[in-house]
């Protein structure tokens, strides 16, 4: 499967949330929406720093893949969408002409001469699986009210509701314990999805 195909995956799953949607800016109401920025071969990392320097908002999923060469075996980050990245522009107010002639950025995504903006809800929908170190969890999309199970730990296989997510990696589960719900916090790497709300 490609990353394109991945993607459109990934974002078929996901839900509208109003609460992600971006606040408008009070000069003239507009609001400043998730585009899609296309880069060359493997220089995801070099485009968000020149956009980074240049004042835009960026966000770069990535994910810890392992690359084996001769005989060694490490662990590397690079980008969950293999030439992709996204800025936050708000198109009536920013000069984002510059975008395009960024090092390492091959064009950003337009439609009508115009950058196109992500669907509201899923770019915020990917950064809130997203840990600290910038690594995308797709498998891990959480909301309140899911039913989940503890995949390890002291109260491994119990079911409880998802109650709150983190954005350190840690969730609050309410367990079902002698007829009370007890809330506990753990990784969100020991738990899997049983059920959406």
């Known amino acids: 499967m490609s ?9 078929s ?3 509208y949330d109003p609460l992600l949607e971006p606040t408008r800016d009070s000069r003239d109401g507009k609001a400043a929406r998730w585009c ?6 493997h220089s995801e990392s070099l485009a968000e720093r020149h ?8 966000y770069l999923p990535k994910r810890k893949r392992t690359v084996r060469h001769a005989r060694s075996v490490k662990t590397v980050c690079s980008a969950y ?4 990245l996204f800025v936050s522009l708000a198109v009536d107010q920013q000069s984002w002409y510059p975008i395009n002639s960024t090092v390492g950025v091959r064009k950003l995504v ?31 999309l959480l909301r309140p009210g899911q039913r989940i199970r503890i995949t390890d730990g002291p109260f491994s296989d119990q079911l409880g509701v998802l109650d709150y997510v983190g954005r350190a990696g840690a969730v609050r589960i309410l367990l079902d314990i002698m ?9 969100r790497d020991n738990i899997s999805i049983v059920s959406q709300n």
């Open 179 to 187: 007829n009370r719900s007890i809330p506990i916090t753990i990784d």
């Open 81 to 84: 969408f293999d030439c992709y």
């Open 51 to 58: 956009l980074l320097s240049q004042n835009f908002r960026t």
């Open 36 to 41: 899609v920025v296309q880069t060359h071969q």
């Open 3 to 11: 990353k394109e195909e991945e993607f459109t995956m990934l974002q």
């Open 13 to 15: 799953d996901l839900h």
């Open 110 to 140: 337009m439609s009508h001469g115009v950058p196109t903006p992500a669907p509201y809800g899923v770019v915020e929908s990917l950064i809130s699986a997203t840990d600290d170190d910038g690594i995308l969890h797709p498998d891990v």
